[in-house]
């Protein structure tokens, strides 16, 4: 093993603050652990922060992308979780283990890897054994790289919070990773999925991912169209990723006493509803910001048992870091891998 290794970095805001860089291989204090990262997966909120630090106290330099699997290389001093060559993944919100989170009303808790933490765009990691998760047998490190975020975001939305019972009907709008991971969950789970999209080829790709119906947003008023397709009954559950005053619709769309998860802030981080529908529906609107270990830990067994594979538009290799965010830009169906193999 060399005593080298290659990682992104930021001394300032902005893309063209982004440097790859060679830096020494950190070592492994007491309770932590040293990840040789085979992958890592990009998100929405990766390209905010290296956009704008969204108002972050990021360290310096500061070391972008939150989620990442990998192999564990080294240990320090009592570590008990793990042991060199078990395959983990990392957890984005670390310090949230199960139950109730940390922070308050003033200051809701936000300290996440890629963010007030280091981020895992580097060969090695070095954090607390407690920050990961072991990753699902079923899958190789590219694929269990796009879980901590995306896919526990809609597990947590669905299962953990939204109790999903079979035969519900599930909307999905769009379909990037935190969509793609909903629509299969949901499936798995005996829902009926609805998805939204601009592009009748993502539909049909959607389709044969297992969704039921597909609405292209572009050609038709997709709450009518939700109303027609389940006979004014109205979505159960609905995946919230647009953000913005697209939650006044989705608050139109959902079933009486269903539930909206509110996940995406696409069209902007002030979201707005008619009170009408709200009081007379009496949904339950939740705001998800991921979901604690624990549930990552149970979403990693039902993986196991069900054979749910990521859907990875495509993978880059690490040097082209640019081309893989010009490509989340665009937007993706599915998730972009950083390999690092």
Known sequence: ??????????AAIGRDKLKLETVGIPQPGQGEIRVKVSAASLNYRDKLVIETGMGLPLPDPFIPVSDMAGVVDAIGTSVTRFKPGDRVMSTFK?????????GNARTPAYKTLGGAYQGVLADYVV???SWFVASPRSLDDAEASTLPVAG????FSLIELGKLKAGSTVLVQGTGGVALFGLQIAKAHGA??????????????????????????????????????TGDEG???ILEITGGPNLGQSIHAVAVH?????????EGFEIAGPAAPLLLKSPIIQGISVGHRRAFEDFVRAIDSTELKPVIDKRYPLEDLHSALEHLYRGAFGKIVIDLN
Do not use: C, Q
């Not at 526990?152 to 597990?155: G, H, I, K, S, V």
């Not at 297992?210 to 397709?229: F, L, M, P, Q, T």
């Not at 269903?258 to 696409?266: H, N, Q």
């Open 94 to 102: 670390p310090d949230w283990i199960d139950a109730g989170d940390n």
């Open 258 to 266: 269903g539930r909206i998860s509110v996940i995406g802030v696409f």
């Open 235 to 237: 979505a159960h559950h």
């Open 127 to 129: 954090f607390p054994e």
């Open 192 to 229: 009926n999925v609805i998805v939204t999209s601009r592009s009748d080829e993502k539909l049909e790709r959607a389709k044969a991912l297992g969704a039921d119906h597909g609405i292209n947003s572009s050609n038709e008023d997709w709450v009518e169209a939700i109303y027609r397709i």
């Open 1 to 10: 093993m060399t005593d080298l290794m290659r990682r992104w970095s930021m």
């Open 152 to 155: 526990l975001t809609a597990w």
